[in-house]
C-alpha cells in the first residue's frame, strides 16, 4: 500500500497545487474585476486600484495563484503568496482576536500554510515546472548519450 501511494504522491501535490492556485487566483480575481461575487465588502464590487494593502493583495493573489495553478515557478510563487498571507492574517485578522476562528481568518491561515507547504514539495507532476526540468536534463545530455544505439 505505501509503495502505490508513494507513486501517487507526485500527482496528488499536483492536484493539491492546481486546486489551491486555481482558488486564490479566485480570489484575486473577484477583488480586481468584480466577478464571482466581486471583492469582500463590496457588495460585488471591485477594490479601488493600488489602495493599500487590498488592491496589492488582490494582484499577488491572481498572479501568484495562476502561477501556481499552472505549476510555474511554482516554490517562488507559493513563498510570495504564503507571506502576503501571514501578512493578511497578522496584520488584520490577528487584531480582533487569537484564533483564526474568533477573527475570520481561516482562509488567510489555511492559504499561508498550504502555500508553505508547496515552497517545500514543489509543483509535484502535471505542472509546467517539470516540462522545463525534463528539456533542461535533456539538453544537458553530451551528443553521444543522445545518440540512440542501434544494433
Same mark, same amino acid.
Not at 55 to 63: K, N, P, T
Not at 120 to 145: M, N, Q
Given at each position: 500500500?505505501?509503495?502505490? $501511494?508513494?507513486? #501517487?504522491?507526485?500527482? +496528488?501535490?499536483? &492536484? *493539491?497545487? =492546481?486546486?489551491? %492556485? $486555481?482558488?486564490? #487566483?479566485?480570489?484575486? +480575481?473577484?477583488? &480586481? *474585476?468584480? =466577478?464571482?461575487? %466581486? ?113
Amino acid at each position: 500500500m505505501n509503495g502505490r $501511494l508513494n507513486r #501517487a504522491q507526485p500527482y +496528488a501535490v499536483g &492536484l *493539491f497545487r =492546481i486546486v489551491v %492556485g $486555481l482558488l486564490f #487566483a479566485c480570489h484575486g +480575481a473577484a477583488s &480586481l *474585476f468584480g =466577478i464571482l461575487g %466581486g471583492a469582500a465588502g463590496t457588495d460585488g464590487g471591485t477594490l479601488d486600484a493600488g489602495t493599500w494593502p487590498g488592491w496589492y493583495a488582490a494582484v499577488i493573489q491572481l498572479v501568484g495563484g495562476t502561477f501556481v495553478l499552472l505549476g510555474l515557478g511554482t516554490r517562488v510563487a507559493a513563498l510570495i503568496t504564503s507571506g502576503s498571507m501571514a501578512y493578511a492574517y497578522f496584520d488584520v485578522h490577528q487584531q480582533a482576536a487569537l484564533w483564526p476562528i474568533q477573527n475570520g481568518g481561516e482562509a488567510s491561515a489555511m492559504f499561508c500554510w498550504a502555500f508553505l507547504l508547496l515552497v517545500f514539495t514543489g509543483s509535484g507532476a502535471l505542472g509546467v515546472d517539470r516540462l522545463f526540468a525534463k528539456r533542461s536534463a535533456t539538453a544537458e545530455r553530451t551528443p553521444a548519450e543522445q545518440t540512440p544505439v542501434t544494433a
